[in-house]
């Protein structure tokens, strides 16, 4: 376990509702990464930071924003949910750019 | 574009039959290759990180080796419980960028 917690761990909501997923670290990591994970695709990177208040894109950042106010705690946002974004969701963080990535245990999302 | 591809997609073995799954890569400027292994409804769990080519890792049953183009994660006499998904995954810069997966399943 590397102090790694994400909340909720399952959520139904309905389309077109704004939806905040918690990543919640312990261990002072500074990058901290957002994922989804789909059949048929992959782990693909949505946005990462880099530090407090630095965040950067990712593969397929189109509909999700993130905020960094804390070293502590890395936000993704569905401004507007859309039935392509039921997923399962992973944090993960680093301590530095070279190290390994810990996951956490995931948020399932289901639009419905 | 940084490519990953793992095979096969699945795999299944009878306890104690050795074999080799498969990551092949296209990245440029490669800084770490990393395998991970995910159960059912987990998160992944790191096992191993290869920086150059003729690098190996081995943890228990388990054991990495790179090439500039490939990298094998080979399984001696698998037990049920190695029974996952096994990822791979390419870092350039600040991102990872991961394959499909490879499920196994290891029949007692």
């Known amino acids: 376990d590397a102090g790694i917690t994400q909340s909720p761990r399952h959520k139904v909501t309905e389309t077109g509702t704004p939806v905040t997923l918690r990543c919640h670290q312990t261990?002072?990591?500074?990058?901290m990464y957002w994922y989804r994970q789909d059949p048929g695709h992959g782990l693909r990177l949505i946005h990462y930071?880099?530090?407090?208040?630095?965040?950067d894109k990712g593969e397929v950042s189109d509909g999700y924003s993130v905020s960094r106010s804390k070293t502590e705690d890395f936000l993704l946002t569905l401004e507007s949910a859309t039935s392509s974004q039921t997923s399962v969701y992973f944090c993960?963080?680093?301590?530095?750019?070279?190290?390994?990535?810990?996951f956490g245990q995931g948020t399932r999302l289901t639009v419905v | 574009e940084d490519q990953v591809t793992q095979s096969p997609e699945a795999l299944r073995l009878q306890e104690g039959e050795s074999s080799s799954l498969n990551c092949s890569y296209t990245?440029?400027?490669?800084?770490?290759l990393f395998w991970y292994r995910q159960d059912p409804g987990k998160g992944p769990e790191f096992l191993f990180t290869?920086?150059?080519a003729g690098e190996e890792k081995e943890k228990e049953r388990l054991k990495a080796t790179l090439t500039k183009k490939e990298s094998f994660l080979h399984i001696t006499a698998p037990k049920p419980e190695d029974s996952a998904t096994y990822l791979c995954?390419?870092?350039?810069?600040?991102?990872?960028?991961f394959g499909g997966g490879t499920r196994l399943m290891v029949k007692p």
């Open positions: 995954a390419v870092r350039r810069s600040n991102m990872l960028t």
């Open positions: 930071s880099y530090g407090v208040k630095d965040t």
């Open positions: 990245v440029s400027g490669l800084r770490g």
């Open positions: 261990e002072n990591h500074r990058y």
């Open positions: 993960a963080i680093k301590y530095t750019v070279e190290a390994e990535a810990f």
């Open positions: 290869l920086y150059s």
